[in-house]
């Protein structure tokens, strides 16, 4: 056109990029609308194809990027983002479960996951029960002919106890039910779920992928078109959609997620061992140390352990103690969520959430942020002076 009103102008630029320029970073596309060539190329669009691009919901090139690297790093061939790992985790029910099915769910389960498994058993006509994580190739017995899907975390997130997910995998598989893996711990770097024949791996972005404490995202990563089909369906009937400056945060963090990784695992593997061998400290629960429940399948399964462990204080430390010992801490901040730089704290009420820790002491949990381990341990040795 060749005279445009000043209104107009305002909305249409003549401004078009150079022809070849390209950047490392993937360009970010924010779009709610999709432009079409011609109402040919939009009557030929189809959502489900990565390759066509319909409306900002179903996906831009950016969003799609994120989704092909991450499916990568877990060695899976698709990848569905959502707007945080809890929304991921419904989105995979939503999809695979309906009125008259059953879930299995582990008994340490993220807290929100279980709460999601009470709601869909009370007003959903689905029924959701709770197995001991440790339970291995017994969950057979549990295994009902409308089981659906087997939830399964490696570890479990508070309690840590690690579960032995090849013989789970056999079971359900054996039986037809799908396995479900909240991968978040691990990254998807230290776990290798799909070698163990894991049907769906989920992630919180939040923690190691993002690395800033500064944005939420989630992912849900399969290896089958089918299930994948299954899983899109509800990814798009819920509007599942991510912002195109989130989907930049986390991949910006990508790169360095690895490093960050080892960094945590060592420095908290340290952080760890001292605490190990204090009076104050009777159990810690870390994966690669062999006080954790199931460390026979981290030694199996694992190549790493990243930031996130549990300590249980001795029983004879009221909780009013443990918590002058929180509050004393300087540069652990009380809060929820791992993968940061900045090293968190947290106190669980352990007695109430699983049937056998009744007698046990307090348990708080630590995120080993990226600050030098010697004085991350001079702070606990401080707080704990405080007790
Ligand atoms: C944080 C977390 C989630 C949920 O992620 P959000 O993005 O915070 O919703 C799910 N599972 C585990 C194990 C987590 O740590």
């Known amino acids: 056109?060749?005279?445009?009103?000043?209104?107009?102008?305002?909305?249409?630029?003549?401004?078009?990029?150079?022809?070849?320029?390209?950047?490392?970073?993937?360009?970010?596309?924010?779009?709610?609308?999709v432009l079409f060539k011609d109402v040919a190329a939009m009557r030929s669009g189809d959502w489900k194809n990565k390759s066509a691009y319909t409306y900002g919901l179903h996906g831009t090139p950016t969003t799609f990027t994120l989704e092909a690297r991450l499916a990568e790093i877990?060695?899976?061939?698709?990848?569905?983002?959502?707007?945080?790992?809890?929304?991921?985790?419904s989105m995979i029910d939503l999809a695979l479960l309906k009125s008259g099915d059953d879930v299995l769910l582990p008994d340490n389960v993220y807290n929100p996951?279980?709460?999601?498994?009470?709601?869909?058993?009370?007003?959903?006509?689905i029924t959701a029960r709770f197995y001991d994580p440790l339970i291995g190739a017994g969950i057979a017995d549990l295994i009902q002919p409308n089981t659906k899907l087997v939830w399964t975390e490696a570890p479990g997130s508070v309690s840590m106890e690690v579960p032995d997910l090849r013989a789970i995998c056999d079971a359900a598989h054996?039986?037809?039910?799908?396995?479900?893996?909240?991968?978040?711990?691990?990254?998807?770097?230290?776990?290798?779920?799909?070698?163990?024949?894991?049907?769906?791996?989920?992630?919180?972005?939040?923690?190691?992928?993002?690395?800033?404490?500064?944005?939420?995202?989630?992912?849900?990563?399969?290896?089958?078109?089918?299930?994948?089909?299954?899983?899109?369906?509800?990814?798009?009937?819920?509007?599942?959609?991510?912002?195109?400056?989130?989907?930049?945060?986390?991949?910006?963090?990508?790169?360095?997620?690895?490093?960050?990784?080892?960094?945590?695992?060592?420095?908290?593997?340290?952080?760890?061992?001292?605490?190990k061998a204090r009076p104050e400290i009777t159990r810690v629960l870390h994966p690669a140390f062999e006080d954790c429940p199931g460390h026979e399948f981290w030694r199996r399964d694992f190549t790493g352990a990243g930031g996130l462990f549990s300590v249980v204080f001795d029983a004879k430390?009221?909780?009013?103690?443990t918590d002058r010992f929180v509050d004393s801490l300087e540069l652990f901040g009380l809060g929820y969520s791992w993968g940061g730089a900045n090293s968190l704290v947290m106190p669980?009420?352990?007695?109430?959430?699983?049937?056998?820790?009744?007698?046990a002491g307090v348990l708080v949990r630590f995120n080993i942020g990226l600050e030098d381990t010697a004085d991350l341990i001079a702070d606990l040795e401080q707080a704990l002076a405080r007790l």
């Not at 039986?175 to 711990?185: E, F, M, R, Y």
């Not at 990254?187 to 791996?201: H, K």
Request: aromatic share 8%; charged share 20%.
């Open 1 to 33: 056109m060749a005279k445009k009103s000043l209104q107009t102008k305002l909305i249409h630029s003549d401004y078009t990029a150079p022809e070849g320029f390209d950047a490392f970073p993937a360009a970010i596309h924010h779009a709610s609308t």
């Open 74 to 89: 877990e060695g899976g061939s698709h990848c569905l983002l959502a707007p945080s790992g809890l929304a991921a985790i």
């Open 113 to 125: 996951n279980r709460e999601l498994g009470r709601w869909l058993s009370q007003d959903f006509g």
């Open 174 to 275: 054996a039986a037809g039910a799908l396995v479900a893996l909240d991968n978040t711990w691990s990254a998807g770097l230290a776990l290798r779920g799909f070698d163990l024949g894991v049907d769906i791996i989920m992630q919180a972005l939040t923690k190691y992928q993002s690395g800033g404490s500064d944005v939420l995202m989630g992912a849900v990563i399969t290896r089958d078109q089918a299930l994948n089909d299954r899983i899109a369906l509800a990814h798009m009937r819920l509007g599942m959609g991510v912002s195109a400056d989130d989907t930049y945060l986390v991949m910006r963090g990508l790169p360095s997620m690895k490093l960050r990784f080892e960094a945590h695992d060592a420095s908290a593997r340290k952080v760890a061992a001292w605490l």
């Open 317 to 321: 430390y009221t909780e009013e103690q």
């Open 348 to 359: 669980y009420r352990i007695q109430g959430m699983r049937r056998d820790w009744k007698d």
